[in-house]
């Protein structure tokens, strides 16, 4: 897999996750972070390119266990959520 397709299947696994958030402000926090992460790494390359690459996985892993988390504890619908 090259690395333009490697972290375009980051970026898409970061926003699914990130849309499995319970909380609706911390759901809104992850998904506008994972965007601004990856408009400020667009132009690495290089070696600087595969450490963000590797930080993006260990986010990933990170945001998988409070999915978990999330679940296991689930919160009122916040009033953004009621419709």
Not at 52 to 79: C, H, M, N, T, W
């Amino acid at each position: 897999m090259s690395a333009s397709n490697a972290s375009l299947s980051l970026f898409r696994s970061l926003l699914r996750e990130s849309k499995k958030v319970d909380n609706y402000n911390f759901r809104q926090y992850a998904i506008r972070r994972v965007k601004v992460g990856f408009q400020l790494n667009k132009d690495l390359t290089g070696n600087e390119a595969s450490i963000a690459f590797r930080e993006g996985e260990e986010q990933l892993d990170i945001l998988r266990r409070q999915v978990v988390l999330g679940s296991l504890y689930p919160s009122a619908k916040s009033v953004m959520e009621a419709a």
